[in-house]
């Protein structure tokens, strides 16, 4: 083999390593559990997933302070409720930005049957004030992403948060469960009330 051609093959050989490196670190990275944070901006909304399929579920309302059971095992519920004000703060919704006022709560699901429970992907929404209007999510927990599954007796929890003017005191909170195609797995369920 000549000299060009050794250089050819060792600057191939070179290429498909970094390449096929590359790749597996990209797929290693996407397979893990415990994905970075999502923005307010990367979580999906509701009513942005376009072609929903028609799933036959009801939507749920109950109290802030109410558990819910789906009637699989799985509960959720919403805890700690807080006030904080973010400092330099930006709400995409609102367009204000400054020293912006929000309400903090944790949701918690919990597997209260014998078998593992899907809970796949999480559409969020929150609505605040009387009359109530949309709100966007500051995204300031310490834990923001749901589990993705639960298995019998386990429980989870995350973080979440909305944009509330501190004479608001009327919330809504709606989450909904899909899985990887956007097909709901229970109903969506809305908490709503007066929190302090």
Do not use: K
Not at 11 to 34: E, H, K, N, P
Not at 80 to 104: A, C, N, T
Not at 133 to 142: M, N, T
Request: with cysteine; aromatic share 8%.
């Amino acid at each position: 083999m000549t000299r060009t051609g050794w250089i050819a093959t060792a600057v191939s050989t070179v290429i498909a390593l970094i390449v096929g490196f590359g790749a597996g670190w990209w797929a290693q990275r996407a397979a893990t559990d415990s994905p970075e944070p999502a923005t307010a901006a990367q979580r999906p909304h509701p009513d942005d997933v376009e072609d929903r399929p028609e799933t036959g579920f009801e939507a749920v309302v109950v109290s802030l302070d109410e558990t819910h059971d789906f009637g699989d095992g799985l509960t959720i519920n919403l805890s700690g409720f807080e006030r904080g004000v973010e400092q330099s703060g930006i709400d995409p919704v609102s367009g204000q930005e400054g020293d912006l006022p929000y309400f903090s709560w944790t949701v918690e699901v919990s597997n209260e049957g014998d078998e593992t429970v899907p809970t796949g992907l999480v559409t969020r929404s929150c609505s605040v004030g009387d009359p109530l209007r949309e709100s966007g999510s500051p995204v300031l927990g310490d834990s923001v992403n749901p589990p993705d599954s639960l298995d019998p007796g386990q429980s989870g929890s995350w973080d979440e948060d909305c944009w509330a003017d501190e004479a608001d005191t009327q919330i809504r909170y709606t989450v909904e469960f899909h899985d990887q195609d956007f097909v709901p797995l229970y109903p969506p369920v809305t908490f709503a009330g007066t929190a302090d």
